[in-house]
């Protein structure tokens, strides 16, 4: 009964918090660790600090990303590649939307790319929800792919923390093909959905007026005629060799420096938590020095603040989920150990509800993992079904989702009256449960 009013507390605080965004989630999770600790008795957890630590290197160094311009390097091109391919654009729409995630770690950046996929979509008459629907699920969908996402450094950092040294590289070869083929899957299917514009009767009424045709049709403004300073592509370069380098020493762990643990043991090379952070630093500094960046703008992009509210978010509700879960460890290693051992998919749906739950993969993992990894869960088990850590499109109501909903201008991306028949729930659940079933093939192939 005492476990029952415990996760009691531990819900109401999620759906509290959850309300009032990241930074409130991690405030109201104070609330529960207080309850739990003086109310309920409950040895206080640890906060995930090497976690915070690892997210704290790769948002600085997303921010100077950003700052430097080297983002908009990488939007121009992929506007530059969707507009040379027009009419597949509900195919490459959400492809280049994922990879854009995978080389930045943030699926914000979705959001310059919105008005050109729409812009792409009216001209060629294809259907707008088609390409921009999938293309918003992809780019969150690409978050367990990139290897400077706080998802995966997340997961990396409690592997490690559990004795599991699995490397960077080793998670991404599970997480790409799994997301990758996954994003593949729903835009296939988003190919034919919906009527075409021309047999659409509400938007052909729509447009009579010709001011809403005006609406509809006019141009977005583009990137492709800008041009950029040498700095934004030195940025660009200087991350993305930033990121080879990450690969290449998590691969072979041999070049890594190797220091013995204790006094008379055998030296053992530095833990890639500790690489991923010295290099995220490294290559903040290399564009701060080289690309005529202002340290103190940094702090006011966009992906630094997204990423800090994201760190403060794992912060609040990590140290308070490992306080209720580790005081009934014993009864979970039971109950969920058996349950996932049976059924191994169960973790997957734990996963999945848990990131709607909290509308959030870094928060998510930073729940389910520890838990599962505490119980005794296959780590594999836990790679494969990495794909099922985004959730949170189940209901419309993610800033990516609303953001796409407002760039259609077509009317043709929406909230269904059900609700729950909203235009990102088909290729939503396409995308993560052929996610989950390439990942645990994949897994169970390499790992």
């Given at each position: 009964?005492?476990?029952?009013?415990?996760?009691?507390?531990?819900?109401?605080?999620?759906?509290?918090?959850?309300?009032?965004?990241?930074?409130?989630?991690?405030?109201?999770?104070?609330?529960?660790?207080?309850i739990?600790?003086?109310?309920?008795?409950?040895?206080?957890?640890k906060?995930?600090?090497?976690?915070?630590?690892?997210?704290?290197?790769?948002v600085?160094?997303?921010?100077?990303?950003?700052?430097?311009?080297?983002?908009?390097?990488?939007?121009?091109?992929?506007?530059?590649?969707l507009?040379?391919?027009?009419?597949?654009?509900?195919?490459?729409?959400p492809?280049?939307?994922?990879?854009?995630?995978?080389?930045?770690?943030?699926?914000?950046?979705?959001?310059?790319?919105?008005?050109?996929?729409?812009?792409?979509?009216?001209?060629?008459?294809?259907?707008?929800?088609?390409?921009?629907?999938?293309?918003?699920?992809?780019?969150?969908?690409?978050?367990?792919?990139?290897?400077?996402?706080?998802a995966?450094?997340?997961?990396?950092?409690?592997?490690?923390?559990a004795?599991?040294?699995?490397?960077?590289?080793?998670?991404?070869?599970?997480?790409?093909?799994a997301?990758?083929?996954g994003?593949?899957?729903?835009?296939l299917?988003?190919?034919?959905?919906?009527?075409?514009?021309?047999?659409?009767?509400?938007?052909?009424?729509f447009?009579?007026d010709?001011?809403?045709?005006?609406?509809?049709?006019?141009?977005?403004?583009?990137?492709?005629?800008?041009?950029?300073?040498?700095?934004?592509?030195?940025?660009?370069?200087?991350?993305?060799?930033?990121?080879?380098?990450?690969?290449?020493?998590?691969?072979?762990?041999?070049?890594?420096?190797?220091?013995?643990?204790?006094?008379?043991?055998?030296?053992?090379?530095?833990?890639?938590?500790?690489?991923i952070?010295?290099?995220?630093?490294?290559?903040?500094?290399?564009?701060?020095?080289?690309?005529?960046?202002?340290?103190?703008?940094?702090?006011n992009?966009q992906?630094?603040?997204?990423?800090?509210?994201?760190?403060?978010?794992?912060?609040?509700?990590?140290?308070?989920?490992?306080?209720?879960?580790?005081?009934?460890?014993?009864?979970?290693?039971?109950?969920?150990?058996?349950?996932?051992?049976?059924?191994?998919?169960?973790y997957?749906v734990l996963?999945?509800?848990?990131?709607?739950?909290?509308?959030s993969?870094?928060a998510?993992?930073?729940i389910?993992?520890?838990?599962?990894?505490?119980?005794?869960?296959?780590?594999?088990?836990?790679?494969?079904?990495?794909?099922?850590?985004?959730?949170?499109?189940?209901?419309?109501?993610?800033?990516?989702?609303l953001?796409?909903?407002?760039?259609?201008?077509?009317?043709?991306?929406?909230?269904?009256?059900?609700?729950?028949n909203?235009?990102?729930?088909?290729?939503?659940?396409?995308?993560?449960i052929?996610?989950?079933?390439?990942?645990?093939?994949?897994?169970?192939?390499?790992?």
């Open positions: 009964m005492e476990m029952l009013f415990g996760f009691i507390v531990l819900l109401v605080c999620l759906i509290i918090g959850v309300r009032h965004g990241g930074l409130g989630l991690a405030v109201i999770s104070g609330i529960g660790l207080v739990f600790t003086f109310v309920f008795g409950y040895k206080p957890g906060p995930p600090i090497d976690v915070m630590l690892i997210i704290m290197a790769v600085t160094c997303a921010g100077f990303l950003q700052t430097s311009g080297g983002l908009t390097v990488m939007l121009k091109y992929a506007e530059k590649f507009r040379s391919n027009p009419k597949r654009i509900t195919i490459y729409a492809l280049t939307t994922w990879f854009l995630t995978v080389l930045c770690g943030t699926g914000h950046v979705v959001y310059t790319m919105f008005p050109i996929i729409y812009d792409i979509a009216i001209k060629q008459n294809i259907r707008p929800e088609r390409p921009m629907a999938v293309a918003s699920v992809a780019s969150q969908m690409g978050i367990c792919a990139s290897p400077v996402s706080v995966v450094v997340s997961i990396v950092a409690f592997l490690a923390a004795g599991h040294e699995y490397s960077v590289l080793q998670i991404l070869m599970v997480s790409i093909p997301t990758g083929l994003v593949f899957f729903a835009a299917w988003s190919y034919r959905r919906g009527k075409e514009l021309s047999d659409d009767k509400e938007f052909q009424e447009i009579k010709p001011a809403n045709r005006e609406y509809v049709y006019g141009d977005s403004e583009s990137l492709l005629d800008k041009e950029l300073p040498t700095e934004y592509y030195r940025a660009t370069m200087i991350f993305l060799v930033g990121i080879l380098v990450i690969a290449v020493l998590g691969n072979f762990p041999g070049l890594l420096p190797a220091f013995p643990p204790k006094p008379d043991a055998a030296p053992k090379p530095i833990s890639m938590v500790l690489v952070q010295m290099v995220m630093l490294l290559i903040g500094a290399l564009i701060l020095l080289t690309c005529k960046v202002k340290a103190k703008d940094v702090g992009s992906v630094f603040r997204s990423g800090v509210v994201a760190l403060v978010s794992v912060y609040g509700v990590a140290w308070m989920a490992d306080t209720f879960f580790g005081a009934h460890m014993a009864f979970l290693k039971e109950f969920l150990g058996n349950a996932v051992k049976t059924y191994p998919w169960a997957a996963a999945f509800l848990t990131s709607k739950l909290v509308n993969q870094g998510a993992i930073a389910v993992v520890p838990m599962a990894l505490n119980v005794g869960m296959d780590p594999v088990l836990i790679l494969s079904f990495i794909s099922a850590c985004y959730g949170y499109f189940f209901l419309p109501t993610y800033p990516s989702d953001a796409c909903i407002g760039f259609d201008r077509s009317g043709t991306t929406k909230i269904g009256k059900y609700i729950l909203h235009s990102f729930m088909i290729p939503g659940l396409i995308g993560v052929s996610g989950c079933c390439v990942g645990y093939v994949v897994a169970h192939a390499i790992l």
